[in-house]
Protein backbone atom coordinates (compact mmCIF):
# COMPACT_ATOMS: atom_id res chain seq x y z
CA UNK A 1 0.00 0.00 0.00
CA UNK A 2 1.53 3.66 -0.56
CA UNK A 3 1.22 6.28 1.33
CA UNK A 4 -1.45 8.04 -1.08
CA UNK A 5 -3.98 4.82 -0.52
CA UNK A 6 -6.32 5.09 2.19
CA UNK A 7 -4.90 8.85 3.13
CA UNK A 8 -7.70 11.11 4.32
CA UNK A 9 -7.01 14.98 4.26
CA UNK A 10 -7.44 16.75 7.54
CA UNK A 11 -10.48 19.53 7.65
CA UNK A 12 -9.10 22.93 7.26
CA UNK A 13 -8.23 24.29 10.32
CA UNK A 14 -10.20 27.66 11.41
CA UNK A 15 -9.18 31.53 9.28
CA UNK A 16 -6.73 33.44 11.11
CA UNK A 17 -6.06 36.84 10.60
CA UNK A 18 -3.11 37.93 7.95
CA UNK A 19 -0.99 39.88 10.80
CA UNK A 20 -0.69 36.52 12.68
CA UNK A 21 0.87 34.67 9.83
CA UNK A 22 3.30 38.29 9.20
CA UNK A 23 4.68 37.25 12.52
CA UNK A 24 5.75 33.26 11.69
CA UNK A 25 9.31 34.21 10.30
CA UNK A 26 10.40 31.05 7.97
CA UNK A 27 13.96 31.28 6.29
CA UNK A 28 16.02 28.82 4.11
CA UNK A 29 18.90 27.41 5.58
CA UNK A 30 21.65 24.91 5.18
CA UNK A 31 21.71 21.74 7.20
CA UNK A 32 25.59 21.64 8.02
CA UNK A 33 25.63 19.19 10.31
CA UNK A 34 23.22 16.18 11.79
CA UNK A 35 24.52 14.93 15.25
CA UNK A 36 23.02 12.11 17.44
CA UNK A 37 21.40 13.67 20.58
CA UNK A 38 22.44 11.51 23.31
CA UNK A 39 19.70 9.70 25.27
CA UNK A 40 17.18 10.23 22.98
CA UNK A 41 15.77 7.86 20.54
CA UNK A 42 13.48 10.63 18.30
CA UNK A 43 15.83 13.77 17.92
CA UNK A 44 18.41 14.66 16.08
CA UNK A 45 20.68 17.85 16.43
CA UNK A 46 21.00 20.13 13.23
CA UNK A 47 23.27 22.88 12.93
CA UNK A 48 22.47 25.21 10.22
CA UNK A 49 23.51 27.55 8.31
CA UNK A 50 21.35 31.04 7.94
CA UNK A 51 23.88 33.36 5.89
CA UNK A 52 24.48 35.54 8.86
CA UNK A 53 24.47 33.25 11.95
CA UNK A 54 24.21 29.23 12.35
CA UNK A 55 21.73 28.09 14.70
CA UNK A 56 21.25 24.44 16.41
CA UNK A 57 17.69 23.10 15.75
CA UNK A 58 16.09 19.80 16.96
CA UNK A 59 14.48 17.29 14.99
CA UNK A 60 12.42 13.94 15.64
CA UNK A 61 14.08 12.39 12.42
CA UNK A 62 15.56 9.16 13.99
CA UNK A 63 12.03 7.01 13.58
CA UNK A 64 11.81 9.22 10.11
CA UNK A 65 14.91 8.57 8.27
CA UNK A 66 17.08 5.36 8.14
CA UNK A 67 20.13 8.02 7.91
CA UNK A 68 19.23 11.48 9.13
CA UNK A 69 22.95 12.49 8.04
CA UNK A 70 21.88 12.29 4.43
CA UNK A 71 20.28 15.62 4.88
CA UNK A 72 23.85 17.41 5.67
CA UNK A 73 24.24 19.93 2.89
CA UNK A 74 21.01 20.47 2.25
CA UNK A 75 18.54 23.74 2.18
CA UNK A 76 14.99 22.99 4.50
CA UNK A 77 12.43 25.60 5.64
CA UNK A 78 12.88 26.72 9.43
CA UNK A 79 10.74 28.48 11.65
CA UNK A 80 13.37 31.11 13.20
CA UNK A 81 11.20 33.08 15.68
CA UNK A 82 10.31 30.29 18.40
CA UNK A 83 11.14 31.02 21.98
CA UNK A 84 14.29 28.77 22.41
CA UNK A 85 12.72 25.41 23.68
CA UNK A 86 15.20 22.61 25.94
CA UNK A 87 14.32 19.21 24.87
CA UNK A 88 16.96 16.08 26.07
CA UNK A 89 19.12 18.63 27.69
CA UNK A 90 19.79 20.80 24.62
CA UNK A 91 18.18 24.22 23.29
CA UNK A 92 16.74 24.01 20.00
CA UNK A 93 16.54 27.33 18.58
CA UNK A 94 13.69 27.18 15.83
CA UNK A 95 11.98 24.46 14.40
CA UNK A 96 12.19 22.43 11.00
CA UNK A 97 9.27 23.02 8.62
CA UNK A 98 8.49 19.63 7.23
CA UNK A 99 5.51 18.25 5.45
CA UNK A 100 3.53 15.06 6.59
CA UNK A 101 4.33 14.09 10.40
CA UNK A 102 1.04 15.87 11.39
CA UNK A 103 -1.09 13.98 9.35
CA UNK A 104 0.62 10.20 9.96
CA UNK A 105 2.69 10.48 6.55
CA UNK A 106 7.10 9.59 5.98
CA UNK A 107 7.75 13.48 6.89
CA UNK A 108 9.71 15.14 4.03
CA UNK A 109 11.29 18.57 4.04
CA UNK A 110 10.12 21.38 2.85
CA UNK A 111 12.64 23.06 0.71
CA UNK A 112 13.28 25.18 -1.92
CA UNK A 113 13.01 24.38 -5.69
CA UNK A 114 16.35 25.70 -6.77
CA UNK A 115 19.08 26.85 -4.10
CA UNK A 116 18.36 30.29 -2.95
CA UNK A 117 21.05 32.42 -0.66
CA UNK A 118 20.76 30.95 3.08
CA UNK A 119 18.61 33.17 5.20
CA UNK A 120 16.52 33.79 2.86
CA UNK A 121 12.68 34.32 3.81
CA UNK A 122 9.41 32.21 2.69
CA UNK A 123 6.08 34.11 2.45
Not at 19 to 30: A, C, F, S
Not at 39 to 63: E, P, T
Not at 89 to 99: A, K, N, V, W, Y
Request: charged share 30%.
Amino acid sequence: MTQEEGFKVAPVKPNIAFDLLEKIDVRVGTIELVEDVRGSNKLVKLSVNFGDHKRVILAGLKQERENPKELEGRQALFIVNLEPRRMAGEISEGMLFDIGYADGVKPVLAVPELSVPNGVRAG
